[in-house]
């Protein structure tokens, strides 16, 4: 959804066709492609960590196990790790949501791309 359709509609996304805007490289249509999927990767990194990390967290180890130690370690490191993130995001949503200065997503800055109004 974040990269195909994009990349079929002129980089217009659903929601992007209904605010009447689509996302630009300013370099060529080429360099655009190549950057969505930049901003794909971005968006989905994050979710593909609280996925690993939700899956260590639910691994049950035996008591009596010789892992046993390793298994909470890992379960406090997975949990940490989660819970730092939806702090870091929450924050910076609301930076960029109630910021008073233009100010882009992650995944906007970490792939280049700029919203335009052009249709």
């Known amino acids: 959804m974040f990269f195909i359709i994009p990349l079929h509609w002129s980089g217009h996304t659903v929601g992007t066709k209904i605010m009447r805007f689509c996302y630009d490289s300013k370099v060529c249509r080429a360099e655009t492609n190549k950057r969505l999927?930049?901003?794909f990767g971005a968006i989905y990194a994050m979710y593909f960590i609280t996925?690993?990390?939700s899956t260590l967290n639910n691994m049950d180890v035996p008591m009596?196990?010789?892992y046993y130690k390793s298994s909470v370690f890992l379960t406090l490191g997975t949990?940490?790790?989660f819970v730092t993130l939806t702090i870091v995001l929450f924050i910076h949503v609301m930076l960029v949501v109630f910021g008073k200065e233009k100010r882009r997503f992650y995944f906007d800055e970490a792939s280049d791309l700029y919203t335009t109004r052009k249709e």
Request: proline share 8%; glycine share 0%.
């Open 64 to 66: 009596d196990s010789p």
């Open 79 to 81: 949990w940490i790790i």
């Open 37 to 39: 999927f930049k901003r």
């Open 51 to 53: 996925v690993i990390a």
